[in-house]
């Protein structure tokens, strides 16, 4: 089992930055893969970003060049560094840990913080 807790969002104006921090515990922090989701109003939850635990990075197209994610397998954390931020990144975002065996996927999310790009 992997507990996540995410925390960071907030109220920003447009082009601002946010930093999205996900603590985890429970388990080996460092064999999971690691992701930010988001889902807009109305919207399904879709991939923002995401981290390998060997430590390669995939971006979805409409946040490449500005949200990097990193983690620190020593803190268990995650994090979501959001740049140049725009109206419609606004959601709530959702952290998640995943690996697969042989027999088994593991699949684990947090509850979510909201993040709202606004003047």
């Known amino acids: 089992q992997v507990q996540l807790v995410e925390s960071g969002g907030g109220l920003v104006q447009p082009g601002g930055s946010l930093r999205l921090s996900c603590a985890a515990s429970?388990?080996?922090?460092?064999?999971?893969?690691m992701g930010w989701y988001r889902q807009g109003p109305g919207s399904q939850r879709e991939l923002v970003a995401a981290i390998t635990r060997g430590g390669g990075t995939d971006y979805a197209d409409i946040v490449k060049g500005r949200f990097t994610i990193s983690r620190d397998n020593a803190k268990n954390m995650v994090y979501l560094q959001m740049n140049s931020l725009k109206p419609e990144d606004t959601a709530v975002y959702y952290c998640?840990?995943?690996?697969?065996?042989?027999?088994?996927?593991?699949?684990?999310w947090g509850q979510g913080t909201q993040v709202t790009v606004s003047s």
């Open positions: 429970g388990s080996i922090f460092s064999i999971y893969n």
């Open positions: 998640n840990a995943n690996r697969d065996t042989l027999t088994t996927k593991y699949d684990y």
